[in-house]
């Protein structure tokens, strides 16, 4: 009997213990990567929600908006873990999600006006950035690049600063 008690003691240590710690030790960090994923997804959201805002406000107004309320989404300002800003220039508006914590990644949009010669048509275009690394300072604006002017159905050349990682942006 007392050979069963001294394997079984190890081995009881090993189910209860060991196992379950091995498995937690492997689970809870891609858990909780995840759930920072989902965390950044709301700025991503919201950003690029408010850079389609944008560019319906400029359709509709003329000029960008200077304010996340006059863009009509219901996004408040502050959340949680970002906090949310618009800055505009007569040809562009850049939207901003910084990240409050410091341990998720801060967005930025832009929207750019332009005029197309020949048709005299002003039409916008838009792009996401997110910053490559996690942190609470705002990211630096998009750029839109001229090399000529554009022609109807031609798309512009934007640009997300260097330490920024741009997405498709219809």
Do not use: H, W
């Not at 800055?87 to 197309?116: C, D, H, L, P, W």
């Amino acid at each position: 009997m007392s050979d069963e008690r001294s394997l079984g003691c190890p081995l009881r240590f090993l189910v209860y213990v060991i196992l379950p710690g091995a498995f937690l030790a492997i689970v809870l960090p891609s858990y909780f990567n995840q759930a920072g994923k989902l965390k950044q997804s709301e700025a991503k959201q919201y950003v690029s929600s408010m850079n389609r805002a944008q560019q319906a406000y400029y359709l509709e107004n003329s000029r960008f908006s200077a304010s996340v309320e006059a863009l009509g989404l219901g996004i408040t300002t502050q959340t949680t873990n970002y906090s949310y800003s618009i800055r505009r220039t007569a040809n562009a508006a850049y939207q901003y999600g910084v990240s409050r914590k410091g341990r998720f990644k801060s967005y930025v949009g832009g929207v750019f006006r332009e005029m197309i010669p020949n048709t005299k048509t002003i039409t916008t275009f838009a792009i996401l950035c997110e910053a490559k690394a996690p942190g609470r300072i705002k990211p630096a604006d998009p750029i839109y690049v001229r090399v000529a002017p554009l022609k109807p159905g031609e798309s512009p050349k934007l640009e997300c600063a260097p330490s920024k990682r741009s997405f498709d942006f219809p």
